[in-house]
């Protein structure tokens, strides 16, 4: 049975964070316990590796220490707060998780998959999202939103100097092709839309995916529709 956790995923400028925000508020205000992270953070560790990525020197950091830097702060955050979340029972989201580092890393910067295989047995082990929406926008939408500002969360990481268009479309591809070959987990969201067109869709899915994962699925998810419209 999968986890009840559930990771946004989606590339630079998707506006998934946004979306993780009111995923979040949507779901508490229903009563629904839960615990929300975000990858970089979550924990002081996190937080801190956020700062490394956020200040990059005058050379460009390798595909490789990303990888451990990213991982490093998720196996933290998993046996900080997700874990022990999930032991009490609650629901827990998180804005980005694993498969940024195989988009970025991996699709993105050329870190070959199956080593990335082994970092994420080593930082997640069986904790794994159950569910998986990938907010979806093409390349040009999405650096056009950074470049305008908009989401200025969004862009700080970007170290334009490698990070070019190419980049970014392997790591959109990237993802594309995850969720293709896991079909039961994923969910593709069209991010090019306004946000509050995306927000129904991303809140449905993760009610359907509730009301899956509880004993009285059929009941609660007549129930969650009711309050849905
Ligand atoms: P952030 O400011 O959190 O923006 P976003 O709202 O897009 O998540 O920046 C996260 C950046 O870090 C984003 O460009 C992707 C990158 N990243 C990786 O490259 N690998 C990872 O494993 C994670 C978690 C993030």
Not at 45 to 73: I, K, M, W, Y
């Amino acid at each position: 049975m999968s986890l009840r956790f559930i990771a946004l995923e989606g590339p630079d400028g998707a506006g998934k964070s946004v979306q993780a925000a009111l995923l979040v508020n949507a779901l508490r205000a229903r009563g629904i316990p839960l615990t929300f992270t975000r990858e970089p953070g979550g924990t002081r560790l996190g937080e801190q590796v956020r700062e490394v990525v956020l200040n990059p020197g005058p050379t460009p950091r390798s595909g490789e220490a990303d990888a451990l830097l990213f991982h490093a702060a998720r196996a933290q955050n998993v046996r900080e707060n997700i874990r022990p979340a999930l032991a009490r029972g609650e629901l827990v989201v998180t804005d980005r998780f694993l498969w940024s580092s195989r988009a970025y890393q991996g699709y993105g910067s050329g870190v070959p998959l199956h080593l990335l295989d082994a970092l994420e047995d080593l930082s997640c082990g069986e904790t794994r999202p159950g569910l998986a929406i990938l907010v979806d926008v093409p390349i040009e939408v999405g650096l056009e939103r950074r470049n305008r500002g908009e989401q200025a969360q969004m862009t700080r990481f970007e170290d334009l100097s490698r990070h070019d268009a190419d980049f970014h479309q392997r790591v959109r591809d990237g993802y594309l092709e995850m969720a293709a070959a896991d079909p039961d987990r994923w969910l593709v969201i069209d991010g090019d839309r306004p946000v509050d067109a995306i927000a129904p869709d991303v809140l449905e899915a993760a009610l359907r995916f509730l009301a899956d994962s509880e004993p009285n699925a059929a009941d609660l998810r007549m129930s969650e529709q009711t309050a849905l419209r």
